[in-house]
């Protein structure tokens, strides 16, 4: 696998012309940002050496080497999620040819369902931790040389970076919650009981993509930050139905705002060096949050 890894990264090499250290994974609710991007070079998955093959059809992903806000980044156009059938390994192998080609940080997005009370449909979650509930490890099996054989998780998502976003939605008045978002393989949404109990263990949201990716950018020592839209919510006392239409209709919604944001960061990952965040409570992000308004 290791050496597929450098194999799909010199390949890229030698065909990029720009040497980006910001990565963007363009999940659920940042489709709108692709188109943002200039000065694009496109790969399409299917040219790319070992790269996973889509098995959706209509689905065609690609890498984007281009420049947002002025600043180079390396984007995916569609994502591999363990539910489609794709091994761990394959699922974060886009993320270890990032690390070959000098990836610094990662943004991504997903959609969740909310189990916090305090949430609404289009919220912007801002992930501060996860809990990892996939049956399989993405560091399972031989260790790889990027990172420790029982890595560290305890700022997985980088802290500098979440003081980052809470300014600009602060700048910009742009709603956003903080919380915990459970990684869970799918492809069935949740049962009333599961979305109480994901709750019960800690979790704010849920969703099935997101902690493979994240675990293996942390391995490798790459800073990750991630967002979720909250596109319906589970484990109250009333059930309420959940369908992919309308986890789609609520992403889309949110979109602007979640591209605002990250369009920002990405910015200001290039061009600030700090933030003005004294008030800022790390231990509970969203009561601060909350107590800030
Ligand atoms: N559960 C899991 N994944 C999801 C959900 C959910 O409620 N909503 C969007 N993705």
Redesign the pocket.
């Given at each position: 696998m290791y050496e597929k890894i450098q194999e799909t990264a010199s390949w890229l090499k030698e065909r990029m012309t720009t040497s980006p250290k910001t990565a963007i994974v363009l999940g659920t609710g940042l489709g709108q940002l692709a188109s943002e991007i200039t000065d694009k070079r496109e790969f399409p998955y299917s040219d790319i050496p070992n790269f996973p093959v889509s098995t959706v059809e209509g689905h065609s992903g690609k890498l984007i080497f281009g420049k947002l806000g002025g600043v180079d980044i390396l984007a995916m156009q569609g994502r591999f999620h363990f539910y489609e059938g794709y091994s761990m390994k394959e699922v974060t192998f886009p993320v270890r040819v990032m690390y070959e080609l000098g990836i610094k940080t990662l943004f991504v997005s997903?959609?969740?369902?909310g189990m916090n009370p305090a949430f609404k449909i289009g919220d912007l979650m801002i992930i501060t931790d996860h809990i990892n509930m996939f049956p399989e490890h993405p560091l399972r099996g031989k260790n790889f040389p990027t990172g420790p054989r029982f890595p560290d998780m305890h700022e997985t998502y980088d802290m500098e970076l979440i003081k980052e976003a809470t300014a600009i939605a602060r700048e910009k008045k742009i709603r956003v919650t903080y919380g915990v978002y459970v990684g869970?393989q799918?492809p069935t949404?949740?049962t009333p009981a599961e979305?109480k109990m994901y709750r019960m263990i800690g979790g704010d949201a849920?969703?099935?993509s997101t902690v493979p990716e994240v675990i293996v950018a942390h391995h490798c020592g790459i800073r990750t930050f991630g967002v979720s839209v909250i596109?319906?919510l589970?484990g109250f006392d009333t059930p309420v139905e959940?369908s992919h239409e309308e986890?789609q209709e609520a992403a889309n919604k949110a979109q602007p705002l979640m591209t605002e944001i990250m369009r920002e960061m990405i910015f200001r990952s290039e061009h600030v060096q700090s933030t003005d965040m004294e008030t800022f409570n790390t231990d509970h992000p969203t009561e601060s949050w909350k107590s800030q308004k």
């Open positions: 997903n959609a969740a369902g869970v799918g949404f949740e979305y849920v969703g099935m596109t319906d589970g959940v986890v």
